[in-house]
């Protein structure tokens, strides 16, 4: 069982920034692949972000791509969201995720586990 633990949520006016991180309590943390998925107000829960196990392949949805950064540091268990040029569409309960299979596979929500997410606020 793996335990993700997210923070960093709050709210933001638009054009700012947020950074989230996700703590996670797996002994290999190394093996899992990362990813952040998001849901807004009334909508079902998106694809956002996913790193890979090394660091070195990260895949971005296209309303995202340009603006986060994911990245992550094994030797602290954790995985990091970097958001900058906010926008009010972005506001949403944010969750980290985790996976051992393939890494192009967590954008079709196949994940293993899941945080119990954190709030952003993006106002206009």
């Known amino acids: 069982q793996v335990q993700l633990v997210e923070s960093g949520g709050g709210l933001v006016q638009a054009g700012g920034s947020l950074r989230l991180s996700c703590a996670a309590s797996?002994?290999?943390?190394?093996?899992?692949?990362m990813g952040w998925f998001r849901q807004g107000p009334g909508k079902e829960r998106a694809f956002v972000a996913a790193i890979g196990w090394s660091g070195g392949v990260t895949y971005y949805s296209g309303s995202v791509k340009g603006r986060f950064t994911i990245s992550r540091d094994n030797a602290k268990n954790t995985v990091y969201l970097q958001m900058n040029s906010l926008k009010p569409e972005d506001t949403g309960v944010y969750y980290c995720?985790?996976?051992?299979?393939?890494?192009?596979?967590?954008?079709?929500?196949?994940?293993?586990?899941w945080g119990q997410g954190t709030q952003v606020t993006v106002s206009s």
């Open positions: 995720a985790a996976d051992r299979g393939r890494l192009d596979l967590m954008g079709i929500g196949a994940v293993e586990y």
């Open positions: 797996a002994r290999t943390f190394s093996g899992y692949n």
